[in-house]
């Protein structure tokens, strides 16, 4: 026969009289409490969203799509930093009227899922929406378009890397893809990426690399339509900060690869005849120039004396070449050392003033170069001046005090 347990009145429900040791009631009793703090875990409500600060995101940062990484909405984030705002900022002016929206379901509100419920009880797959479908057909478009510009146009270290084009397929699928797995609906990539591949070839039908792509994108689209396309019937899980960053980082990182690769290797700027000229060129004739390279000298040398003398020192002695105040500008316009006295330096602007005068020129040509030296010799004389005096007045001011401690 077994034992019989009873629950002491006193100790409450956890507790037994008549087992040797208790383990069984503990051990069914700690099962209890995890398996209750798990349910209470998987069923806690996400962190709450204000609808004010989603407001404050999307005035001040939503057209880089701040509202939507604040509501864990990283896909559709990503999208608006790519495209500024859904296209300059047309998607993102669209959404003034949805963010209350956006944050019933970032916070799981109760009448938000009843809602959802609802639709899916309405519908067993999401319904078609001429708003996302366009979405995805231009994102698919652009994806594929920032890759193709990528592609570089002339032969880089001995290799013609035209065919890289074959992965133009393969983000306009992404593109696609991602903008069908923003919010509550969602599907697989793979369908996106076959019918991309398979429509790709018509691009040698259609000679027009615009409607070649927009006719990928739009297969594309309507395959994860037709096909992929079902409710997301779960909360999207949400990563942590770290997670997210990286992600976010990563692709960020991807994206602007690409138009740095179009700009470096497919760029061109127009020089002083009109030319163009790469910017990859441009760029290895200006690290070949002799600006750079004493520019490039200059830093190394500011760099010895920091090590020397200390970065204080440093900054102290960059800050005085910087010649805020003109006054070294002013001491070489007016031909003066910087220890001159206020009578040589008067002595010397009236002789340059004398001899810069407007009108003591005679030739017509030379009349409007010797009006902008006039000019620059009573600028530096002000200065100078002004300089002289402000130093005249603390001195004195430092004398008075000086005599006045002591």
């Known amino acids: 026969m077994g034992t019989k347990q009873t629950v002491s009145p006193v100790a409450g429900k956890n507790k037994t009289t008549d087992s040797p040791s208790g383990s069984p009631s503990k051990l069914k009793s700690n099962g209890q409490v995890q398996g209750k703090a798990k349910n209470k875990e998987v069923n806690a409500l996400p962190p709450q969203k204000s609808v004010v600060i989603a407001y404050l995101c999307w005035l001040f940062g939503g057209i880089f799509g701040l509202h939507h990484l604040y509501l864990h909405r990283d896909r559709h984030a990503f999208i608006w930093w790519c495209t500024l705002g859904g296209y300059m900022g047309i998607g993102w002016m669209g959404e003034l009227f949805l963010i209350p929206e956006y944050v019933r379901d970032a916070n799981e509100d109760p009448k938000f899922v009843k809602m959802f419920v609802a639709k899916l009880q309405a519908y067993p797959k999401p319904p078609y929406s001429s708003k996302r479908f366009v979405g995805q057909v231009m994102i698919g478009h652009l994806f594929g378009q920032v890759c193709s510009m990528a592609i570089p146009e002339t032969v880089v270290g001995g290799w013609d890397l035209s065919f890289l084009h074959w992965a133009i397929p393969l983000f306009v699928s992404l593109g696609v893809w ?26 040698y039908l259609i000679y027009d690399e615009t409607y070649s792509l927009l006719f990928t994108g739009l297969v594309a689209a309507l395959t994860f339509d037709g096909l992929s396309k079902q409710w997301r019937r779960t909360p999207p899980r949400r990563g942590s900060p770290g997670e997210r960053t990286f992600k976010l980082t990563t692709a960020v990182i991807i994206y602007c690869a690409f138009w740095g690769s179009f700009l470096y290797f497919n760029g061109t700027i127009s020089d002083e005849d009109g030319g163009e000229v790469p910017i990859h060129e441009a760029i290895h004739n200006f690290l070949a120039s002799a600006w750079w390279t004493d520019l490039k000298q200059a830093l190394q040398d500011t760099y010895n004396y920091a090590q020397h003398h200390g970065w204080y020192e440093t900054w102290k002695e960059v800050f005085e070449s910087m010649d805020v105040d003109g006054e070294r500008n ?15 330096i008067t002595a010397a602007y009236r002789k340059l003033s004398k001899e810069y005068h407007p009108d003591k020129v005679k030739d017509e040509a030379l009349r409007a170069q010797a009006h902008q030296r006039f000019i620059e010799i009573q600028q530096a004389y002000s200065v100078l001046s002004k300089i002289k ?6 001195n004195k001011q430092y004398q008075e005090e000086e005599a006045i401690v002591l």
């Open 330 to 344: 002013s001491y070489k316009v007016l031909g003066v050392s910087a220890t001159a006295s206020q009578a040589e």
């Open 389 to 394: 005096s402000n130093r005249r007045r603390k």
């Open 178 to 203: 991602i903008v069908g797995n923003i919010g509550r609906e969602q599907g697989v990539w793979w369908h996106c990426l076959v019918t991309a591949y398979l429509a790709y070839p018509a691009r």
